[in-house]
Nanobody, 128 residues
Framework: QVHLVESGGGSAQAGGSLRLSCVAS????????MGWFRHTPGKSRQMVAT???????GVAASVEGRFIISQDRAKNTLYLQMNDLKPEDTDMYYC??????????????????????WGQGTQVSVSS
């Protein structure tokens, strides 16, 4: 089991920045892919960014060049630096962990069904 707790969400003006954090606990050594997803009720979860322990990352086209995913494995913490925020970035953001080993290609593909553990989410609201 992997327990994930997100923080860092909140409100921002368009053009501003936020940094999301996700602290993992439990069997954190049992997987090699983590990611950030967004979810609006009634819609499917969408990948924002993923990161593999090899360093390979996957980033959604809508945030490429604006959002950066990183992790500090010593602190078991995943980050999402969100820059140049836009109103359409408003959503609930969830941290996810695979909990098992996968290839960098699968991790980069960011398919939500490949990730077994999920946090409770943190709300990001961007006003124009």
């Amino acid at each position: 089991q992997v327990h994930l707790v997100e923080s860092g969400g909140g409100s921002a003006q368009a053009g501003g920045s936020l940094r999301l954090s996700c602290v993992a606990s439990g069997n954190t050594a049992g997987g090699n892919c983590m990611g950030w997803f967004r979810h609006t009720p009634g819609k499917s979860r969408q990948m924002v960014a993923t990161i593999h322990t090899s360093g390979a990352t996957g980033v959604a086209a809508s945030v490429e060049g604006r959002f950066i995913i990183s992790q500090d494995r010593a602190k078991n913490t995943l980050y999402l630096q969100m820059n140049d925020l836009k109103p359409e970035d408003t959503d609930m953001y969830y941290c996810a962990a695979a909990g098992y080993y996968m290839s960098p290609q699968v991790c980069r593909s960011g398919r939500a069904e490949t990730l077994a553990f999920w946090g409770q989410g943190t709300q990001v609201s961007v006003s124009s």
